[in-house]
């Protein structure tokens, strides 16, 4: 079984300031690719950035960077410069591969809710 | 575009009354799932197809149906709906197993059910 866990039910930054989303995992899976998404006040679901197990290097996508710690499963996302516009629920998610039908699932953590204070 | 279409994107309906979510996606993707939001638990997988007349339960399977007659619409059937329905549901669509890990899942727009 796959869990996330985002223990942060909001958080707060000041506009152009650095800010760090926590997410912890827990897989018995092989291979897994961990996700973060944004969901801003309209609904719909934004693909940020990717993280592979098996990838030696943080994944970076502009402002967001991933801070991947595979020996303490964490992949916490970091929001460089924030703007105004970053406000929203952040959802960290996983998708693991032990073989069979597992593969497509995505599990979701709790979600947290970032609001950027100009 | 590349776009998975939800349908409607706001409901109200009554409680025991028939409704269906439609969900289509225009990448060819094999597979295609469902989710329910609910504050504080995130998303949850309800139904899943891995393709073409190939459905499984996800996490929280009662109480709903699918069905994956084609490959391109996955819909989503409340033969019975009760407030505990209530939620924001998502379709999403992945490629298949081949690439899958790495893959980001496309998102519907939503659709925000209320069950009175």
């Known amino acids: 079984a796959q869990k996330i866990t985002q223990t942060q039910p909001g958080m707060f930054v000041q506009e152009k300031e650095a800010v760090t989303l926590d997410c912890t995992y827990d897989?018995?899976?092989?291979?897994?690719?961990l996700f973060w998404y944004k969901q801003p006040s309209s609904g719909e679901m934004i693909f940020l950035i990717y993280?592979?197990?098996?990838?030696?290097q943080n994944a970076t996508e502009g402002r967001y960077s991933l801070n991947f710690q595979k020996a303490r499963k964490s992949a916490n996302l970091v929001i460089s410069a924030s703007q105004l516009g970053d406000s929203a629920m952040y959802f960290c998610?996983?998708?693991?591969?032990?073989?069979?039908?597992?593969?497509?699932?995505?599990?979701f953590g709790q979600g947290t809710i970032l609001t950027v204070h100009p | 575009e590349a776009q998975v279409t939800q349908n409607p994107r706001y409901l109200i309906t009554v409680t025991g009354k028939k409704l269906t979510v439609t969900c289509s996606q225009n990448?060819?993707?094999?597979?295609m799932s469902w989710y329910r939001q609910d504050p504080g638990l995130g998303l949850r997988q309800i139904y899943y197809?891995?393709?073409?007349?190939?459905?499984d339960k996800g996490d929280v399977p009662e109480g709903y149906k699918v069905s994956r007659k084609e490959k391109r619409n996955f819909p989503l059937i409340l033969e019975s709906p009760s407030p505990n329905q209530t939620s924001l549901y998502f379709c999403?669509?992945?490629?298949?197993?081949?690439?899958?890990?790495?893959?980001?899942?496309?998102f519907g727009q939503g659709t925000r059910l209320t069950v009175v």
């Open positions: 897989t018995s899976d092989p291979s897994y690719g």
């Open positions: 998610a996983m998708r693991g591969y032990a073989g069979g039908t597992s593969y497509g699932k995505l599990t």
């Open positions: 197809s891995m393709n073409v007349e190939v459905t």
């Open positions: 999403a669509s992945s490629p298949g197993q081949a690439s899958f890990v790495g893959t980001e899942a496309f």
């Open positions: 990448m060819n993707h094999e597979y």
């Open positions: 993280q592979g197990s098996y990838d030696q």
